[in-house]
């Protein structure tokens, strides 16, 4: 190969062009694509994972469709937002509340649009910027699209990121919604003290698995419920936890329950709602605190299960808080700053699930409402 | 009559014993009792209501029974209780979990013991003791019970009275615990700001009149919802509600409350519990608030009714938390003054039913769990 840009293209050579040669189909059409993007401005191919149509009930792999577009390389005239090379994007259970057709009423964020690519949370790398605070090579967290390059047209939900000596897929994980959403969860939710009895349940997931680790940081008792046996030996022995059971194998969450907390729970942190929900209910202790960060086991039901046991508030005394991670981003540096310490120090593990290609995304983020994925889903879309 | 106590007994001659000369036999044995309970430490005939056993759904009046033992009016030696003369006895929805045979987990307050005297909040008068802190003529309001006399052995749960310059049965009501109930369940569970929206079901109880009174006192937007148009009219026209609606001719809470509350529900004062709660979840506002006082639309089911829409704790990002006023008995003095002060001014306004004569308990108690009472429930054992 000549080390030049042929006669007329308007390419450039960049160094990782060796992937063209020997590499799958896959990988060469990214690194084809690298090579393209180089040239700002250009109208290149972009790939997307669309939504097809609505969704009731848990998405299926035909809900989606890769879609062929192209994309100009810059930002219009006047805009005051940035077009990016999506590298990582986040596999995140809440994502199949907005393929769901807007109802106005229960929705968290507005539903997708049916033929437009799918939103979520990623990584990123700048190509353009309308924004003075964003500039070319910046690389990003936040809300972008699924395909190969976005144009963000609000930079209100993007984050810079500063620290890039960890893999930055730890942006769509650990260092970005879901790290928040365990910390602000677990410390401004639960009003956590050291020796208390605290569960979790999808205890292994991106959120999950912080969780426990936190809760173990100030010295307490931590239990996680998992959907295999390979996930409850994680958190018994990656994860620290001080027991885990696959809730599959219970047929009496109750009796699960009393057996792992004999004294009572302190602290739930929900991720799975409906009969869990109900058997913690009648397990907690006085003044105990229910921190509700999802019910996954409820998303594809047109109803929910009902809850039964809620006497149990009065009784108990119990505080159960719905949040959301949106309303606590201002907190992000000062748990950036509480995280990252811990990483360094080794004091927090952390495990991801990568799947390789944007085409892999319908297959990886399904995953999640079936409990395929071990640790945070991430699909990989390109190198930086 | 001659005024004079006959020779050999051991009784007193009180003004009021005109009572005996013709008036029903129930008020002649009460004047009788008076007359006697004059002596200190004569035995005397003790009218009680006892618990004939566990119950379960919602008592009957054959779950009760009259009992008549005596009792010698007198504090034991080197006891620190007190001997009290029962005036009024409180009819509250809790007692109900009272009356279960205990499960060990749910219940907020030991059961009653069958065979002997149920117990309650009343107002009685002190006629020995064994408390420095009590004295013979003390008014006192507390758990006593039901029955003519009572010894308390433990006097940490009696509030002396002080302002006597009210009807003394609202000690069981507005300014017993009730009224606490109602302060801190809306001033320090729900965090009211003036012009929110207030919704409170069994809105013309104890509990719910005063709740929708100080929510208007600080500029909320208050409805009520109760069990009979009587109630209704009360809600609106005495107690000062915006709105109110009878729920039974409702066939759908949902539109019902959108119909209330277009905006949607700021703070929700649970009474009730079920369907009315699940429908208040499709209907709250961001950062709601859901106090929850009590559920007695579901005391008398084995299985309480499923709640399917939890899931808008989280979208909603709403608080609920259960809590009894027993938590919060510290702040009574504080209570006290700012109820006082609104009472004197005329604008806090007050409703009490009021059952003649301890034989009337059974039938009283039982009436809240139909809704057949209108305003606080009290049963008029005997006049100071």
């Not at 967290?141 to 930079?155: D, H, N, Q, R, V």
């Not at 209910?281 to 996954?296: D, Q, S």
């Amino acid at each position: 190969m000549r080390l030049k840009v042929p006669e007329g293209s308007k390419g450039v050579l960049v160094k990782n062009l060796y992937l063209v040669i020997g590499v799958p189909k896959k990988n060469q059409e990214r690194a084809s694509i690298l090579k393209r993007t180089m040239a700002k401005g250009e109208e290149v191919r972009n790939k997307q994972i669309i939504l097809r149509d609505y969704v009731s009930g848990f998405p299926k792999e035909s809900d989606m469709a890769l879609k062929t577009s192209t994309m100009r390389l810059k930002v219009p005239e006047g805009s005051k937002g940035v077009l990016v090379k999506n590298l990582y994007l986040s596999c995140d259970p809440y994502m199949q509340s907005r393929m769901r057709k807007p109802d106005g009423a229960s929705s968290l964020i507005d539903s997708f649009t049916p033929g437009s690519a799918i939103i979520g949370y990623g990584v990123a790398k700048v190509l353009d910027s309308g924004h003075p605070d964003f500039k070319e090579g910046d690389l990003i967290w936040g809300m972008t699209g699924w395909e190969e390059y976005s144009l963000i047209p609000a930079t209100e939900t993007l984050f810079k990121i500063h620290y890039t000596d960890v893999p930055l897929s730890y942006y769509t994980g650990i260092l970005g919604m879901p790290g928040v959403t365990a910390y602000v969860g677990f410390y401004e939710i639960c009003s956590p003290k050291k020796g208390e009895y605290v569960f979790i349940s999808a205890a292994s997931g991106a959120v999950g698995q912080l969780v426990g680790q936190f809760a173990k940081l100030i010295g307490c008792y931590v239990v996680g419920s998992a959907g295999t046996n390979e996930k409850v030996d994680l958190l018994k022995n990656k994860f620290g936890f001080d027991e885990a059971f696959y809730y599959k194998e219970e047929n009496n969450f109750d009796a699960a329950l009393k057996r792992y907390f004999p004294e009572g729970i302190d602290i739930y942190f929900e991720n799975v709602g409906g009969k869990m929900l109900d058997a913690v209910l009648l397990n907690m202790r006085l003044h105990g605190r229910i921190a509700v960060c999802g019910m996954i086991s409820q998303y594809n039901l047109d109803q929910m299960e009902g809850v039964h046991n809620l006497i149990s508030l009065i009784s108990k005394r119990i505080r159960m808080k719905g949040f959301t991670v949106f309303d606590y981003y201002h907190l992000y540096p000062k748990f950036l700053d509480f995280v990252w310490q811990y990483i360094k120090e080794g004091k927090i593990v952390y495990m991801e699930d990568k799947a390789e290609g944007l085409e892999s995304g319908p297959t990886a983020l399904i995953g999640l409402y079936t409990g395929s994925n071990v640790g945070k889903q991430v699909v990989v879309v390109a190198d930086v």
